[in-house]
C-alpha cells in the first residue's frame, strides 16, 4: 500500500511562485511515475507533469517554461515548483504514484493524495 501525503498549497499573487511537495510512505519497492495533477472547480482532472524513475519528464503545454518537477528516488518524494503563477492555475493539485512494484509479481496502480488547494488571486 502506497500512502501519499501533499503539502505546500496556498494563496499566491499572479506572478507569483510556489512549490508543492509529496511525499511517498508505505511497503513497496519502487513507483515509476510520480506526478502531479490538478482539478479546477467545474472541470476535468487533468495532467500537469509527471516524471518517471529513469528520468522521462511530461508537462502539459500551459506549463511548460513556468513549472518545474523533481523527483528524489531514493526518498520516494516529488516536488513541483511553480513561477509565474496565473489565475487558472488555481485548482486542487494532486500528487500521483504510477506503476508502483509493492513486492516480486504485485503491482499497484494510479494512487492518489489528498490534494492541496492553490488560488492565484490578487
Known amino acids: 500500500q502506497v500512502h501519499l501525503v501533499e503539502s505546500g498549497g496556498g494563496l499566491v499573487q499572479p506572478g507569483g511562485s510556489l512549490r508543492l511537495s509529496c511525499a511517498a510512505s508505505?511497503?513497496?519497492?519502487?513507483?515509476?511515475?510520480m506526478g502531479w495533477f490538478r482539478q479546477a472547480p467545474g472541470k476535468q482532472r487533468e495532467l500537469v507533469a509527471t516524471?518517471?524513475?529513469?528520468?522521462?519528464?511530461n508537462y502539459r503545454d500551459s506549463v511548460k517554461g513556468r513549472f518545474t518537477i523533481s523527483r528524489d528516488i531514493t526518498e520516494n518524494t516529488v516536488s513541483l515548483q511553480m513561477n509565474s503563477l496565473k489565475p487558472e492555475d488555481t485548482a486542487i493539485y494532486y500528487c500521483?504514484?504510477?506503476?508502483?512494484?509493492?513486492?516480486?509479481?504485485?503491482?499497484?496502480?494510479?494512487?492518489w493524495g489528498q490534494g492541496t488547494q492553490v488560488t492565484v488571486s490578487s
Open positions: 508505505g511497503e513497496f519497492f519502487s513507483i515509476y511515475t
Open positions: 516524471q518517471t524513475s529513469d528520468g522521462f519528464t
Open positions: 500521483n504514484a504510477n506503476g508502483i512494484t509493492v513486492s516480486r509479481g504485485n503491482y499497484e496502480q494510479d494512487k
